[in-house]
């Protein structure tokens, strides 16, 4: 369904931009870009802990807010995303 959603919002940001208004197209460019990073790395991030999910959301608003806060966000991210747990995949059993 992701896939669906990223390949619609994508087609719609090609309508848009072929129809003038390049703040849409933009905007659903913007936004089919973000779904289509979400989709490719769904499997790993099934396996994430709830905290590490948390982390992740919180940053992103965070650095949305207040993007020069990313000089200091994305470092503590990346720290606690390198050392947290991850679950086991059944399927790799």
Do not use: C, K, Y
């Amino acid at each position: 369904m992701l896939g669906v959603t990223t390949l619609i919002l994508l087609a719609g940001a090609g309508f848009a931009w072929n129809g003038g208004d390049s703040g849409i197209a933009g905007l659903l460019a913007r936004v089919g870009a973000v779904f289509a990073a979400s989709w490719i790395a769904h499997p790993a991030l099934v396996r994430l802990d709830r905290r590490t999910i948390w982390l992740l959301v919180v940053g992103g608003l965070v650095v949305l807010v207040r993007p020069r806060a990313a000089f200091v966000v994305l470092p503590v991210i990346a720290i606690f995303a390198r050392t947290a747990q991850v679950r086991e995949d059944p399927a790799d059993r």
